[in-house]
C-alpha cells in the first residue's frame, strides 16, 4: 500500500513501507480500497509529510467524519473508512512514526446501522422463484442445458454457504474436501486473507459431484469448480463479475433489482430467523466482529446446530 507522498525514512522501514507490510496479505482490491481511503483523507486534511500527519488529532478525524456525512455517504461506507483509517494509524504509531495514535476509538465511534435490517434478503418464495427462472431462461441453444445446470448450482452454493461471489469464483475441485462425516470447502482467497472452511450440506455436495460428471462428459475436466461457458473463454474460470451477472439476470427475470450479495444476505438473515445463535452465526458467516453480524437480526435463541442445516431447501 503506497502513499500519495515521499516522506523521509525515519528508521529501517519508511512508512509507505510499514503499510505495505500490514496490507500485503489482503486481496488486490482490498489494498486498493484501503489506499483510497487514505489518499482521500490526506486530500482533505492537506497532509503533505509526515511532520503534518504528527500534528492530527481525534478531533481532525471527527471532522472528516462529519464531512463525509454532510457529503452524503451512508452509515456503512462512514464505518469502512474509519475502519482503514484506524488501521493505518495503528501501524504508523506502533512502528513509532506518530508520537501517539490521532484514532481514539472512545472518541470516533462507528455510525449507527439498524440493528433489523432485512435489505438485501430474498424471502424463500423468490429464490425459488429465480430457480424457476432458471429452468426456462432462454439460454443459447448450444450451452443451454450446461448454462441451466451450473447457474442452478451456483444460486445453491452461493445461499447454502454464504459466500462470496469472489470466492466461489476462486473454487477449485482439490478445495472440496472430506473432513470426518462431513464435507468442506477450502475458501483460499477470502476477505481477511485468511483460508477459511465451510461447510458443504450433503445434497449440495452430491449435486457438485454430478456436476464434475457433466462436466468431464462435456470434455471440460478443468480446476475450477465454476467455469465460464461462452464460446471464446469456455473453460476458463469465472470471474467475480460473472458469479455476479448470473444472479442479476435470474434476478431480472422475476423483476427484482438484486447481485450476488443478495444470497449471502440471505443465508444469514434466514439462519438467525431460524433461531441459530448469533455467534454460530458469525462464525458461519465469518464476519470478524459480531457487530456485524447482529445488523442482519437480532435477539435470537441458541441452537448446536451448523446454521446451513437449518436452512430451507430450494
Known sequence: MDLPVQWEKARDLTPAQALKMLFEDFKPNTRRAYSRVFVDFQKWASIQNLEDLKKLNSLTILEYKAFLKNQGKKPASINQTMSALRKVFKVLTEFEYLPSNPFKSTIIRNEKVSDVS?????????????????????????????????????????????????????????????????????????????????KIRQELYEELQEWKEILRNHGLEEAWVFISLGFRTRGQKMTGKGVNDVIVRLGKAIGMDISAHYLRHTAITLALEMGESLQKVQAYARHSSANTTIRYYHDQEILRKNPTDSLPRI
Not at 422463484?129 to 443451454?144: C, F, H, L, Q, S
Open 118 to 198: 432485512n435489505k438485501g434478503s430474498l424471502r424463500v418464495a423468490q429464490l425459488n422463484a429465480m430457480m424457476e427462472a432458471n429452468a426456462r431462461e432462454p439460454y443459447d441453444r448450444r450451452v443451454g442445458d450446461l448454462m441451466r445446470k451450473r447457474n442452478g448450482l451456483l444460486l445453491r452454493f452461493l445461499y447454502f454457504t454464504a459466500a462470496r461471489r469472489g470466492e466461489v469464483a476462486d473454487l477449485c475441485w482439490q478445495d472440496l474436501l472430506q473432513d470426518g462425516a462431513f464435507h468442506v470447502a477450502v475458501i483460499r482467497n477470502t476477505k481477511s486473507g485468511i483460508p477459511q472452511r465451510l
